[in-house]
């Protein structure tokens, strides 16, 4: 057959119901997405405009909520009770971010570089997961006899003479829930971290080490820019939970921490579902901006 015949064919064209395959591939998921996130996040952008009073909510349209909860925070030159929770919120963000990344990323350096059969990886990188075994309330009540004003570490540092009566901010303080979230969070750092470094082919560490690079060199210039993913995404995963968690607080706080997840549970167990919403609404925008801006500093969908 020649070649002008050849190119006089018709293309074929795929049967209609190829192209519409991966719609039909996607719309469980896609049900399910909507279902169980989109219907309930409209759900509570809705009751948040409506009024409430001590015995029902009231279907409205109105903005009270949202100027209750910055009610006084632009009249006095003092700090609002709302700014002053948003602060500690992410101070607590910050501090288990900053511990979290630096454990996630020395034990994901550990196991990609330092461990050399793939059998170990995997065994040392199932131990890693061992939290997950157990309920999250589980491990935090753990802290109680450790961290207590009767408990082994105050007993160890009396015993040792180290200080001569127990050390009252082990327990119940900002530091037992930053040590909590940083137990019960960390593996959400390992995860993504690890997946990247085992990513990284090592012909590029042995080209730095021969070029003259030291180790820091090329953990600086090499490792680190190759895991950004992984970073990235650990530190959304992390950084989500820890800013709408209130049970961590509750427990390891003593109840006398303030969070923004706190003021929700509050809210909603004293039935003000509008302002709950309300602080729940302002809160999600608050973290979309911060995963917003996370998300600018590496595409996501490329490197994946």
């Known amino acids: 057959m020649s070649a002008s015949n050849t190119a006089s064919l018709p293309v074929s064209k795929a049967p209609p119901g190829r192209q519409l395959a991966p719609w ?5 998921l896609t049900l399910v997405f909507a279902l169980f996130f989109l219907v309930p996040l409209a759900l509570i952008l809705m009751v948040s405009f409506w009024d409430f009073n001590q015995y029902q909510m009231i279907p ?41 990344l630096v454990v996630g990323f020395t034990v994901s350096y550990f196991l990609a570089f330092h461990v050399r059969t793939g059998e170990m990886q995997v065994l040392l990188f199932v131990l890693c997961t061992i939290p997950f075994w157990t309920s999250n309330v589980i491990r935090m009540i753990a802290w109680v006899p450790l961290l207590g004003r009767n408990g082994l570490v105050n007993q160890g540092l009396v015993g040792a003479g180290l200080v001569d009566q127990p050390v009252d901010w ?35 560490l042995e080209a730095a080490s021969d070029s003259g690079a030291t180790a820091w060199q090329t953990l600086w210039h090499v490792i680190v820019p190759l895991s950004r993913t992984g970073i990235i995404i650990g530190s959304i995963f992390v950084i989500t939970i820890v800013m709408g968690d209130f049970v961590t607080i509750g427990v390891m706080g003593g109840q006398q921490i303030a969070s ?12 003000q ?32």
Request: charged share 10%.
């Open 24 to 28: 039909w591939q996607a719309l469980p």
């Open 60 to 100: 409205d349209f109105t903005f009270n909520n949202y100027v209750a909860v910055f009610e006084g925070c632009f009249e006095t030159g003092d700090m609002c009770v709302t700014f002053k929770t948003y602060l500690s919120t992410l101070k607590f963000c910050f501090l288990v971010w900053l511990i979290t």
């Open 170 to 204: 082990l327990l119940f303080s900002d530091f037992s829930v930053v040590l909590a979230f940083v137990h019960l969070f960390t593996t959400f750092m390992i995860v993504p971290i690890f997946n990247s470094m085992m990513r990284i082919d090592h012909s590029l």
């Open 260 to 271: 923004v997840g706190k003021i929700i549970q509050v809210q909603s167990s004293y039935l």
């Open 273 to 304: 579902f509008p302002l709950a919403a309300a602080n729940a609404m302002i809160l999600l925008a608050l973290v979309l901006m911060i995963i917003w801006a996370l998300t600018k500093m590496v595409n996501i969908r490329k490197e994946l």
